[in-house]
């Protein structure tokens, strides 16, 4: 049976994507790797820095030590480690934003990235800037920070969460093509912002998991 180890720096994405990587892999086990103080330091230094680089790193290493076979990395924040991690370990190790980025960049020159932290803009935009480059496609990006939202959510206010992340979406929504959802967590407004929009709406969770899924089903000495 293999082993999905899903390393999350919030507990919200923790039960639905669990839920969704049990159901798309029915034969695999899941390890869930939590570690909030993550995404914390990054908010108190604006930036990712290099000892939440370090500490992720070895929570990839605990993973494979635990016998996982491939790891998920569902922080948007910190998926630029995920470069670094590969070079680290035998085992492939996913980020959950890669093939989103890739199909919103395929499907529009136009992008608007919504994000309820700083710390996630940046990375999704340069993501999204990257997979540009990679395709031969010139892609402009609109930024849509929304914020306060995320001071909602930990407060337990979903309601003004999504509120907020509605209005960003309407903000940026004349001026782009299609619009990114730049962390896991605000993946249930995607029918909600399609609808207020009429946009395009991309998150990340389905993407992420159908990749995990590709590697599993091709074998995993294969993906390694």
């Not at 709406?201 to 159908?210: E, N, T, V």
Request: proline residues 4%.
């Amino acid at each position: 049976m293999a082993k999905i180890a899903a390393v999350y720096t919030g507990a919200v994405l923790v039960a639905p994507l669990s839920k969704m990587l049990k159901e798309a892999l029915p034969g695999c086990s899941v390890m869930n790797v939590l570690d909030d103080s993550l995404i914390a330091d990054c908010i108190a230094a604006d930036k990712l820095t290099k000892d939440v680089t370090r500490r992720l790193c070895n929570i990839y290493q605990i993973a494979y030590e635990a016998g996982a076979d491939c790891i998920l990395n569902t922080c948007s924040s910190v998926g630029e480690v995920v470069e670094i991690g590969r070079k680290l370990l035998p085992i492939p190790i996913v980020r959950i934003d890669d093939d989103m980025a890739k199909a919103a960049v395929e499907s529009a020159s136009s992008i608007g990235v919504i994000a309820t932290l700083p710390t996630t803009l940046g990375p999704t935009v340069r993501l999204i800037r990257s997979w540009a480059d990679r395709l031969g496609k010139r892609v402009s990006v609109v930024e849509g920070l929304a914020k306060g939202a995320f001071s909602a959510a930990t407060a337990g206010d979903a309601a003004t969460h999504d509120r907020l992340i509605g209005e960003a979406a309407k903000r940026i929504a004349c001026d782009c093509d299609a619009i990114v959802l730049a962390q896991g967590s605000m993946a249930q407004m995607e029918k909600a912002l399609r609808d207020a929009t009429g946009k395009p709406i991309y998150s990340s969770p389905a993407f992420g998991i159908a990749a995990v899924k590709a590697i599993i089903g091709g074998g995993i000495d294969d993906a390694r």
